[in-house]
């Protein structure tokens, strides 16, 4: 058994030789050939110029763009791998036609796997953060900044993108995604996308679709009607597919309605490809794909991360004639088009080095739009306005020496390690919490130099009582730590940190808590602190852009983009279903070809259709503890004077004007939310976002602010007619400043 292994790394080492040559040679005789070949025309479409590729290229040539070379445990490895950029993924290209590589990477909040490949990358607030800034100015930033440190290490491809709605708060990947509603999601990654794009990087929107929870993800069957479908999880994509036009849509793991996402025709072909119009490529999750002509037919375009499906056995089923040469020239048509579209044909990556200082200054700057003041008693917060502070008690969740990110194929590696064991090159482990070094501890005492700040672990919570009670402030740290390839069990802090909480509250009233946290938390003491802040995971310099907001130097803006319930009992499902252990692989040898095979479904079951998150608890009468929108500032504000304008043809803009006051003595930011009630012949949730406006306002200034509709945002999805309809009747318009205080409301007619 031996000698065969040797035998085999020895060919493959041939083998791989024998290759490189070829494609040197190949890409060396081809040098500078195809600068003046037609499809290089810039003044031409990139549908002219990926349609004139198609025509040049063998049927070798064309199966080589439809899937990547391999990970290891995911699948088999290729010789070409070893081009690799030590991303997720990795594409030949063909240089006879001027085509280059994909080299592509995963970069939800930042670019993965830099310290593995001795790099640097920033590490942005967590994509859920960045949705509670309401900003798509900043969404774009944020994107931009990723696409820009994608092309510094070598990269032409961003697996970024993720709009998976919060159906399930408990998802283990929600701190990636962008909130509860389709239509801020959807807005919110279409900017971020267009930024990444920008930068001649292809961008990425994912995962397509229901993939709610990583629980059995490759084995799930989620069952769901059309029309809830259409209106909530699929809206946020087509929402963002629209204002980002990504070159890449990945499918996910899990069956929708009994079908593989990935060889579903709904999703990728009726909806995607016909009722989007989506021009650009469906690449499969890593391991998503599980046929060939089955998933070609379907709508697949492209395999990840090996060839199981798409490589020989594609090349096997042409020439059979099972799948048509005309189905494989679109597949590759998209593909190219794509590349010309994003730029990665005309304008080639180049490594280049990260500008970490600028970087550093973006994201502490989008990480102060992300954070939420929740509670501000007696004017807690900021720290040394209306309360003298002499001493500082610091509590909890390694904050003196970093703060907590979310886990996964979303993971950055921060630079020399993780904060609280370092080791190595500053490389990650799988499903291992890993803590930024960014001290909320130093960056607290470099605001107030004059005072004595002292740091307890908040393991004893007799020593963090005793703290707490001689210091004039104290301020606890808490976590909830998420990563793909798990669910939280519930939404209560672990190991223990309520106690630590109630314990630190009872010793002082002037007590401040700190979460860090990717989706939302439990609270059972909130009625004893006097301020809560969320943080979420604030990345490269959250611990500066948090002093910023607590010392008042940044005025608070943000808003949550979802719901923090009471309980785990009033969530719409009291627990995530579990897969059977059928439907599991557990680490076993080759689990791959288990995975390809298709595991065994079980189910789960969304009965609570088109009421997500505020949405369900309007509608099932449930208190909550913080409201989707809901935000606090320095400054305070009021509405006034609401007109409501319906659009001069009929599927045209509804206009809204309405007044905004500060009422304060300080300059801050309200985020205006504009909501509506649909007639009730509709059968609807009692209201739905349908639109808002960020409006920066001075002391005592007052603006005028415009908000215009989509009419589409104010439809439902007619499943026989496969159309948006606007149901005649009354509608109410509401306005405020959360989806809980809308005092502005005025009802107009619409037919």
Sequence with gaps: MKSNRVLRVVSFLALSMLTISALLVSASAQSGANDKAPWMNTGLSPDERAAMVVKEMTLDEKISLLHGTGMVGLSPMS???????????????????????????DAAYGVRSSGENGRYSTALPSNLGAAASWDPDAAFAYGALIGRELRDQGYNMSLGGGVNIARELRNGRNFEYMGEDPILAGTMVGSLIRGTQAQHVIGDIKHYALNDQESGRNAVNVNIDKRSMRESDLLAFEIGVHEGNPGGV???????????????????????????????????????????????????????????????????????????????????RRILRSMFACGVVDDPQQKGVVDVLGDLEITRKIAEQSIVLLKNDQNQLPLGGSHVVNSIALIGAHADVGMISGGGSAQVDPPGGNAIMPRGKGQTKWLVPVWFPTSPLKAIRAKIPGAKVQFDPGTDYSSAAALAKTSDVAIVFAYQWESEDMDLDSLSLPEHQDALIAAVAAANPHTIVVLETGSSATMP?????????????????????????????????????????????????????????????????????????????????????????????????????????????????????????????????????????????????????????????????????VGWNKVKLNPAESKDVVVEVDPKYLSIFNVDQNAWQLVPGDYTIMVGGSSQSLPLTQSINLK
């Design 79 to 105: 010789p070409l791998a070893i081009y690799s950029n030590g991303g997720a993924g990795y594409v030949v290209g063909i240089p006879r036609l001027g085509i280059p590589a994909m080299q592509i990477s």
């Design 525 to 689: 003491w909130a009625g004893d602190v006097s301020a809560i802040v969320e943080a979420w995971y604030a990345g490269s310099a959250g611990a500066d852009a948090l002093a910023n907001v607590m010392f008042g130097e940044v005025n608070p803006s943000a808003k949550l983009p979802i719901t923090f319930p009471k309980s785990d009992a009033d969530l719409p499902h009291r627990s995530i279903v579990k897969p059977p252990r059928e439907s599991t692989t557990h680490g076993e040898p080759d689990a791959w070809k288990k995975i390809a095979a298709g595991l065994p479904a079980f189910q789960t079951t969304y009965d609570e259709g088109l009421k997500v998150g505020y949405k369900w608890y309007d509608a099932e009468k449930k208190q909550v503890l913080f409201p989707f929108g809901y935000g606090l500032s320095y400054s305070t504000y009021s509405y006034a004077n609401l007109r409501v304008t319906p659009g001069a043809t009929p599927g045209s803009k509804i206009s809204l004007t309405f007044t905004i006051t500060n009422t304060s003595n300080r300059a801050g930011a309200e985020i205006a939310e504009v909501y509506a009630a649909l007639p009730a012949a509709a059968a609807e949730p009692p209201k739905r976002l």
């Design 250 to 332: 990945m499918c996910s793991y899990n069956r929708v309605n009994g079908v593989y996402a990935c060889e579903n025709p709904y999703l990728l072909t009726d909806v995607l490809k016909k009722d989007w119009n989506f021009k650009g490529f469906v690449l499969s999750d890593w391991q998503g794909a599980h046929s060939t002509a089955k998933a070609s037919a379907a709508g697949l375009d492209h395999e990840e991360p090996g060839e199981i499906f798409f490589g020989s056995a594609m090349k096997e089923a042409v020439q059979s004639g099972r799948v048509p040469m005309a189905e494989v020239d679109e597949h590759v």
